[in-house]
Nanobody, 124 residues
Framework: QVQLVESGGGLVQAGGSLRLSCTSSGRTFSTYTMGWFRQAPGKEREFVAAISWSGGTTYYADSVKGRFTISRDNAKNTVDLQMNSLKPEDTAVYYC?????????????????WGQGTQVTVSS
């Protein structure tokens, strides 16, 4: 069983930055592909970024490419999402997710474990 806890959300002005962090319980964190997703009010949950178990492969949604960076520290059981040049349309609840299988993928159905989410609000 994997438990995920997100932190780092908040209110920021457009153009600003935030760093989200996700901490995982358990001793097998380094074997999981990790992802970040987000869900805005009235919209479906969507893929943001993912990273392979080793950190050697990353994958981003086009909407965040060049602005967001995903990274992980397997010694600390954490995966971070650095968000720069934030826009009002980035406002959403951000979720951390874990996938037992290898392969950096964007489908929400491929991720078995989910955190409770952290709110990110970008004001214009």
């Amino acid at each position: 069983q994997v438990q995920l806890v997100e932190s780092g959300g908040g209110l920021v002005q457009a153009g600003g930055s935030l760093r989200l962090s996700c901490t995982s319980s358990g001793r097998t964190f380094s074997t999981y592909t990790m992802g970040w997703f987000r869900q805005a009010p009235g919209k479906e949950r969507e893929f943001v970024a993912a990273i392979s178990w080793s950190g050697g492969t990353t994958y981003y949604a086009d909407s965040v490419k060049g602005r967001f960076t995903i990274s992980r520290d397997n010694a600390k059981n954490t995966v971070d999402l650095q968000m720069n040049s934030l826009k009002p349309e980035d406002t959403a609840v951000y979720y951390c997710a874990a996938r037992r299988s290898s392969g950096v993928v964007s489908s929400i159905y491929e991720y078995r474990y989910w955190g409770q989410g952290t709110q990110v609000t970008v004001s214009s």
